[in-house]
């Protein structure tokens, strides 16, 4: 999805949401200072070569647990989608990619990162905070934003951590996407939020932005390269 293919969605999800485009801006100005401070970058080439023909894309949904149990991921790249992350280790599995807006279980994420998983980290209004704590201390991260893109901040589409990945793997070759995890529906995964003790019911700007992942996969669905397929356990 490319700049003009997104910019009506996110004109319409700035103002259900009540988001700040001068805001936003500003975190993808910030994440780039950043990036080009901490000199651990990568570009878009770089995380092509990581992401392969069939790719996985976990989701923080209550399957998830399940899904890990009871199938086999190992024939193609695994991006867990920030909280993910947490599953995932749990079941001694490292993401080959996590993608994230900082707001997962960020003690996971760095242990994930130190041992080999690239980050993908998004930057917008609310999260400018996180970014200065964090990417300091994270390596090999690719960044996002959701406006204009700027050099090495790219912009691939997608508006939730668990669409956006999905949005990211197509952008870099994956024509074979399964995804895991992804319930959205009425009850959030405990791994979504630090603060969560369990699974636990909707609220309602989690159902918007639940609503928006939807209508955008079913888009990439219609309008993309890959084959998208749910994995419901
Ligand atoms: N039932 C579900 N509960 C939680 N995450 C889900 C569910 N179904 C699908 N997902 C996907 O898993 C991703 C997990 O990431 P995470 O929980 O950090 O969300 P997020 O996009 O950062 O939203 P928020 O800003 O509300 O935390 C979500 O972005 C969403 O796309
Ligand atoms: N301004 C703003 N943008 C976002 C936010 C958010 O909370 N605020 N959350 C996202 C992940 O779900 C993606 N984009
Ligand atoms: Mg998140």
Redesign the pocket.
Known sequence: MNWEQWKPFYLRIVREMGYSIEQDRKSAELLRALLLEGDDYITREELEAVIGKKAYVF????SLEDALKRFDFSDGTLIA????TSALLDAGLLPDVIVT?L??RISDIKIANDKGSFMVVHAHGDNMDKLVSYVPFLSRILGTCQTEPLDIVYNFGGF????RAVFLAEALGARDIIMV?????D???KW??PGLKDHSPVWES?RK??AF?RELLNWLEKNGRARLRYLHP
């Not at 939730?160 to 669409?163: I, L, N, V």
């Not at 995890?181 to 529906?185: A, C, M, N, S, V």
């Open positions: 989701g923080a949904g209550p989608a920030d909280g993910a807006d707001d997962g939730t951590d668990g669409d995890g992804f319930d959205f529906g009850v959030v995964g979504s939020k989690k932005k639940f992942a």
